[in-house]
């Protein structure tokens, strides 16, 4: 697939121009390249990482944490950890939406609990030097 400018990118993520800049801005996203009138390209894949940013942020994780994350060593890895997080914290915010009587009390409490040990791991990896 052909690499995409800042206004396609921004369609495709259902975000706007301004948000894709202030992304790249604080290093959650990168450019793949550029055009030689400076212009910046995109992956495709990047579309799926803005959304990755967006429910990370949805669920408690501050931006500036994010993008301390990504921009350290193996941040391939920690964006696939933060995904796979974060899909299992959606599954489990599901289950407490649908879950009955006890079940639904503790599908919300794990829920929150999750939500907690993300912004504490968060915390600890940016008072970690970088490995």
Do not use: K
């Amino acid at each position: 697939m052909a690499l995409m400018r800042i206004g396609e990118l921004a369609a495709a993520a259902g975000v706007s121009n301004r948000t894709v800049d202030f992304y790249t801005n604080l290093g959650l996203i990168t450019p793949a390249s550029r055009t030689t009138g400076g212009f910046r390209l995109y992956d495709p894949a990047t579309v799926e990482q803005i959304a990755t940013v967006q429910r990370l942020e949805s669920s408690g994780m501050a931006l500036d944490d994010i993008a301390a994350h990504l921009q350290g060593a193996g941040a391939a890895d920690l964006v696939t950890a933060l995904a796979r997080l974060d899909q299992d914290l959606t599954a489990l915010r599901a289950l407490a939406e649908t879950a009955a009587g006890t079940a639904h009390g503790l599908a919300t409490t794990l829920a929150v609990r999750a939500n907690q040990l993300l912004a504490a791991a968060a915390e600890l990896l940016s008072t970690m030097p970088p490995s």
